[in-house]
């Protein structure tokens, strides 16, 4: 479930976005970032809701790779990193002089228990198997700890800059839902449930200079045009994700603000229950992908942002390829797939839509319009998020359903049964290992474009559009990310001009 449950809206706005950027960072002052959902927990290793990861990432918990905003990955933790020659051995140089925001050091033991804790059994890490194909971990020196894997893994290095492998504290790691301790440039301060989670700067922190800000608030707010009242009365100062496109333009006229429109690694798709009737049957799966127009979609939906895709993967990511000529708009073809499939008059479903989302219900309405123009009557259901969360995404209880998943690399989730498209492919599963153990970047993009192609002829989702954060702000805020290649928030360089 790594990051599905918060959209990222990647769009290709084209408006001028001002990028006033003073010499000198000024130091001080507090920061109000809104971000539509509320965390259920402040523990990125224990939970897979891409909000934890917002508000705590980078900001509190650190792991020993960061993500930067070019998307490269950079020292965390660890201040270098080498491999071998047969890619099977990682050696992690670790910083010194790192404490966490109880006193307790940071080490290489730390960072081997944390490792070990996230691969044994019993771990409550949502995604086990990032650290399962780790065979032995070794403290070379008090500096270096080297991480020896069973077999050649492309993304260990991606896994490893995850939120999945942030470093939590041996005696206080199991407050983190609640109390989490890091050991990152901010502190948590205290969590109003219902309102806000508020940090404020770590003196101790590794590097001396940062950060500039003293404190950061992130407040939840779920409507989207409350969102843009609050940032207009001075509530806050950043929308870290914009939710109503149709706000943007007039907001990057307004002198007041600026809005970047940078990309992001987020997909909206329309996800399908595969082992639910009728849906359980390619060709039914394939009959909608005919039935909807994308271009369409992001015009109703997106106020004509975004870019079309035809598989599980952003434009944003390396070894990306574009399908979206699979299954060109073709509503008679549509028609002749249900005909074939036993469905000549169509048939009645129902689509779950998560109310907290604006985009996934003027999705759900476009989408129910285009299949109801080839016989495929659908009946909207809006539930709740908590409800969205247990019924469709742990009891797999729906038919279809408007999500947005905006986890980099988060192709591997075709490849485990068990989640909850219950997409069930060996030839899938064949082509992510190949992809997984690819020896160089030829392979690699072989083996992960064969991925994308193996679902999208299997019409595995409705796979609609890749979309931007359009993050938007005071026009005072200086140094916000303007594109998102990872779900943080990272508020570490971020400043107030004065």
Same mark, same amino acid.
């Given at each position: 479930m790594k990051k599905i449950l918060f959209f990222v809206l990647s769009l290709a706005f084209v408006f001028p976005v001002l990028h006033a950027q003073a010499s000198n960072p000024q130091k001080g002052g507090g920061l109000t970032v809104c971000q539509p959902a509320e965390p259920p927990g402040l523990d990125p290793t224990a939970n897979t809701a891409a909000a934890i990861d917002r508000v705590v990432f980078a900001n509190i918990f650190e792991g020993l790779i960061k993500v930067d905003s070019n998307g490269q990955f950079v020292p965390g933790l660890a201040t270098n990193w080498s491999v071998s020659s047969d890619g099977l051995i990682y050696d992690f140089n670790i910083r010194k002089g790192v404490q966490f925001h109880n006193g307790e050091t940071f080490d290489a033991a730390v960072a081997k228990w944390n490792l070990e804790r996230a691969m044994g059994e019993g771990t409550v890490n949502p995604h086990p198997e990032y650290f399962r194909g780790i065979q032995? %971990?070794? !403290?070379?020196?008090?500096?270096? *700890?080297? !991480?020896?894997?069973?077999? =050649?893994?492309? *993304? +260990? %290095?991606?896994?490893?800059?995850? @939120?999945? /492998? =942030?470093?939590?504290?041996?005696? /206080? &790691?199991?407050?983190?839902?609640?109390?989490? !301790?890091?050991? @990152?440039? +901010?502190?948590?301060?205290?969590?109003?449930?219902?309102?806000? =989670?508020?940090?404020?700067?770590?003196?101790? &922190?590794?590097d001396p200079k940062l950060p500039y800000l003293d404190k950061v608030t992130f407040k939840f707010i779920g409507d989207a045009s409350a969102q843009i009242a609050a940032l207009k009365a001075g509530d806050i100062d950043v929308i870290g994700y914009i939710a109503a496109p149709e706000s943007v333009i007039a907001l990057s006229k307004d002198p007041r603000f600026k809005v970047f429109a940078g990309s992001s690694t987020g997909e909206v798709i329309m996800s399908t229950n595969n082992k639910a009737k009728p849906f359980d049957d390619a060709r039914v799966r394939r009959a909608m992908a005919y039935a909807i127009d994308r271009q369409t979609v992001v015009d109703l939906v997106m106020f004509g942002y975004g870019k079309p895709i035809g598989s599980h993967w952003s434009p944003s990511t390396p070894y990306y390829i574009d399908l979206t000529d699979r299954f060109p708009y073709n509503p008679a073809r549509a028609k002749e797939l249900l005909a074939e499939a036993g469905y000549p008059d169509g048939f009645d479903a129902t689509i779950k839509l998560p109310a907290i989302y604006s985009y996934s219900k003027r999705a759900g309405e476009v989408i129910a319009d285009m299949l109801g123009n080839v016989g495929i009557r659908l009946k909207i259901e809006i539930v709740e998020w908590g409800q969205w969360i247990d019924r469709i995404f742990k009891k797999r209880e729906y038919q279809l359903t408007m999500i947005g998943h905006v986890e980099a690399w988060d192709i591997g989730i075709y490849a485990n049964p068990d989640y909850y498209f219950q997409y069930d492919s060996q030839a899938f599963r064949d082509a992510y290992a190949k992809a997984l153990k690819a020896p160089n970047e030829e392979e690699k993009a072989k083996w992960f474009g064969k991925c994308q192609e193996i679902i999208a002829d299997d019409a595995v989702n409705g796979y609609l559009f890749s979309a931007s954060g359009l993050p938007t702000m005071k026009k005072q805020v200086m140094g916000w990310w303007e594109n998102y290649p990872t779900v943080a928030l990272d508020c570490t360089r971020v400043w107030l001009s004065k």
């Open positions: 032995k %971990i070794e !403290i070379m020196d008090d500096t270096t *700890l080297r !991480i020896r894997l069973k077999e =050649v893994d492309a *993304l +260990f %290095i991606a896994h490893m800059a995850e @939120g999945d /492998a =942030v470093m939590l504290p041996m005696k /206080a &790691y199991e407050t983190a839902k609640s109390n989490p !301790i890091g050991t @990152g440039p +901010f502190k948590f301060n205290e969590w109003m449930r219902g309102d806000r =989670v508020e940090l404020q700067r770590f003196d101790g &922190y590794w």
